[in-house]
């Protein structure tokens, strides 16, 4: 064995350039995987940590489903309001009344989400989560007054929004009294949303249906039974089965993982396919390496080499190019997933972490390896299937 590895070992040596080539091939398709997994990894954890900060808060609306396959039934009212946060097990409840407004700023306009919301109800919902960067928070006295988010005071309109300017509200003139600091991911929305109180969401804007209501509860482990018993109290209230959806973060943290899963399943799919690029240059790299070295087999079954002497050699070399091929890969792969994270932090502001995982780095190893080994099988199948005598008089 020691003898077909040095052999090996020599014949790869000598064929420096194809040898590298087949082994970049190998190296940036098992990068993209890795690069991409870690940053998916790093995305993953961040979402559900920022969800884990609000394990204890309850989202509760009218219809069901969540995203894209939620079906509106109606809006909720002050008595529900009550009867949640009458139950059980509830410390804290909060409701606002959600409208899309045309808010106009210096001759432009644009149509953005308003939550009218008592100031104190903002610190039981977001706790330490949401802060104000400029200005002062809403107060419970304050009239045609708002809070605005940064997504509004940055980017929604050719020149920034800062404190105490004035912008136009469904019609009416409103001034801005706080701009609150850039959220994560989970709470990006906040960033796009405008901030008053309720009573001028009845009074001025209109509206004072309540969108939402967050039921902040004492034990974690009971969220799940809470939000059961506030889904059955709020059906009762409104006649009506399934009128009421009461998502626990765990919930919202469960569904988000099977998006993850789904998503990076796919990005690695798409990577997949410089692996198969791959694959068939190894493959071709081999037949071409049998071509070239016929005589050299027929010598060596001359000699005593059996059948499976020489399948062993073929396969060990292009085992060995993938192997390395599958290192080097997992070193770019690295570099590139921070290289990523860094490129999404300058573009957005807030970074991803890349998380590499041990297992993934093993794994990528491994794949290399298979990968290298099966696309070698047929052109070492073929070398060690040579009749000695013909091989010997090829030329």
């Given at each position: 064995?020691?003898?077909?590895?040095?052999?090996?070992?020599?014949?790869?040596?000598?064929?420096?350039?194809?040898?590298?080539?087949?082994?970049?091939?190998?190296?940036?398709?098992?990068?993209?995987?890795?690069?991409?997994?870690?940053?998916?990894?790093?995305?993953?954890?961040?979402?559900?940590?920022?969800?884990?900060?609000?394990?204890?808060?309850?989202?509760?609306?009218?219809?069901?489903?969540?995203?894209?396959?939620?079906?509106?039934?109606?809006?909720?009212?002050?008595?529900?309001?009550?009867?949640?946060?009458?139950?059980?097990?509830?410390?804290?409840?909060?409701?606002?009344?959600?409208?899309?407004?045309?808010?106009?700023?210096?001759?432009?306009?644009?149509?953005?989400?308003?939550?009218?919301?008592?100031?104190?109800?903002?610190?039981?919902?977001?706790?330490?989560?949401?802060?104000?960067?400029?200005?002062?928070?809403?107060?419970?006295?304050?009239?045609?007054?708002?809070?605005?988010?940064?997504?509004?005071?940055?980017?929604?309109?050719?020149?920034?929004?800062?404190?105490?300017?004035?912008?136009?509200?469904?019609?009416?003139?409103?001034?801005?009294?706080?701009?609150?600091?850039?959220?994560?991911?989970?709470?990006?929305?906040?960033?796009?949303?405008?901030?008053?109180?309720?009573?001028?969401?009845?009074?001025?804007?209109?509206?004072?249906?309540?969108?939402?209501?967050?039921?902040?509860?004492?034990?974690?482990?009971?969220?799940?039974?809470i939000a059961a018993e506030i889904e059955?109290?709020?059906?009762?209230?409104?006649?009506?089965?399934?009128?009421?959806?009461?998502?626990?973060?765990?919930?919202?943290?469960?569904?988000?993982?099977?998006?993850?899963?789904?998503?990076?399943?796919?990005?690695?799919?798409?990577?997949?396919?410089?692996?198969?690029?791959?694959?068939?240059?190894?493959?071709?790299?081999?037949?071409?390496?049998?071509?070239?070295?016929?005589?050299?087999?027929?010598?060596?079954?001359?000699?005593?080499?059996?059948?499976?002497?020489?399948?062993?050699?073929?396969?060990?070399?292009?085992?060995?190019?993938?192997?390395?091929?599958?290192v080097c890969g997992c070193v770019l792969?690295?570099?590139?997933?921070?290289?990523?994270?860094?490129?999404?932090?300058?573009?957005?502001?807030?970074?991803?972490?890349?998380?590499?995982?041990?297992?993934?780095?093993?794994?990528?190893?491994?794949?290399?390896?298979?990968?290298?080994?099966?696309?070698?099988?047929?052109?070492?199948?073929?070398?060690?299937?040579?009749?000695?005598?013909?091989?010997?008089?090829?030329?």
């Amino acid at each position: 064995m020691k003898d077909v590895l040095l052999l090996a070992y020599r014949n790869i040596k000598e064929r420096k350039a194809r040898t590298s080539l087949t082994l970049l091939g190998i190296a940036v398709g098992i990068a993209a995987v890795i690069a991409l997994m870690s940053v998916g990894y790093g995305f993953e954890q961040s979402v559900t940590g920022q969800l884990v900060e609000m394990a204890d808060l309850i989202y509760v609306f009218p219809g069901k489903g969540f995203g894209s396959d939620h079906v509106e039934l109606g809006s909720l009212d002050e008595r529900d309001l009550k009867d949640v946060g009458r139950i059980g097990g509830v410390k804290e409840a909060a409701a606002g009344a959600m409208s899309m407004e045309e808010v106009k700023y210096r001759g432009e306009k644009t149509v953005v989400s308003v939550l009218g919301i008592d100031p104190r109800d903002i610190g039981v919902i977001f706790g330490d989560m949401v802060k104000t960067e400029e200005g002062r928070d809403l107060r419970d006295n304050d009239h045609k007054t708002c809070l605005i988010g940064q997504g509004i005071a940055n980017d929604q309109f050719d020149e920034e929004i800062r404190v105490n300017d004035r912008i136009t509200i469904g019609g009416s003139k409103f001034r801005v009294v706080g701009v609150m600091e850039k959220q994560g991911m989970v709470n990006s929305d906040l960033d796009s949303t405008i901030y008053v109180t309720r009573r001028d969401a009845k009074g001025v804007l209109g509206n004072d249906d309540i969108a939402v209501i967050w039921a902040r509860v004492r034990n974690i482990d009971e969220a799940e039974e809470i939000a059961a018993e506030i889904e059955e109290r709020l059906d009762e209230n409104h006649k009506l089965d399934d009128f009421t959806t009461a998502m626990t973060m765990g919930s919202a943290i469960e569904h988000y993982k099977t998006i993850f899963t789904l998503l990076q399943a796919v990005l690695v799919a798409i990577a997949s396919i410089s692996l198969i690029v791959a694959s068939i240059g190894i493959m071709n790299t081999m037949l071409m390496s049998v071509m070239e070295r016929t005589h050299e087999v027929g010598i060596m079954k001359a000699i005593g080499a059996k059948n499976g002497n020489v399948l062993s050699l073929f396969l060990l070399e292009s085992g060995m190019v993938s192997m390395v091929g599958g290192v080097c890969g997992c070193v770019l792969g690295v570099l590139g997933a921070n290289v990523i994270s860094i490129g999404i932090g300058a573009a957005f502001g807030e970074g991803i972490p890349a998380i590499v995982r041990p297992e993934v780095l093993l794994g990528g190893i491994l794949v290399a390896v298979i990968v290298g080994v099966l696309s070698g099988l047929y052109p070492a199948r073929k070398a060690s299937k040579m009749s000695p005598v013909e091989a010997v008089r090829y030329e």
